[in-house]
């Protein structure tokens, strides 16, 4: 089971003023100054935020401190996660759809919402869940759970 150290991201991105420019127009976002106070210290990068035809392309880096479950011992411990986001977020349910076999369906996937705001902190917590380790261990040479041998 993995969580954030602490609360949930909190990051709500305007994005009305970056649409009204031309295309190929872009923001350079540093995510640890997007945070609230109480969470800068849960993820830091570097965000680049792009105009184009269809939305907001997402693009960047960083690093977070995520709460893993070794999987030999059972405890828990702080992993270091780096990770790299690349998505396209698009302004209308329309654009939100992918090829199936019977025509379009529609993905379940962050838009821009209507007020103009991107959900970077849900954006940000998927991207780092993609790049958790498949194995979680506290460190290489952790020996598993202790064996209790029978009371002599």
Known sequence: MESLSGNP???????????????????????????????ARLASGTLTLTHTSRGITVAGDG???????CMR?????????????????HPEPGFAHRRGGDGFEECGEVRIQPDH?????????????????LKPLCR???PGLEEIGPDV
């Open 9 to 39: 991201l909190d990051i709500r991105y305007n994005v009305s003023a970056l649409l009204q420019h031309p295309v190929g127009t872009s923001v350079e976002c540093h995510i640890e100054d997007m945070l609230p106070a109480s969470q």
């Open 63 to 69: 690093t977070a401190d995520v709460t893993l479950m």
């Open 73 to 89: 011992c059972l405890d828990e411990y702080c992993e270091h996660v780096h990770f790299t986001i690349e998505e396209e977020l």
């Open 117 to 133: 705001t991107l959900d970077l902190g849900e954006i940000i917590r998927q991207y780092i869940v993609l790049h958790l380790p």
């Open 140 to 142: 290489t040479d952790c």
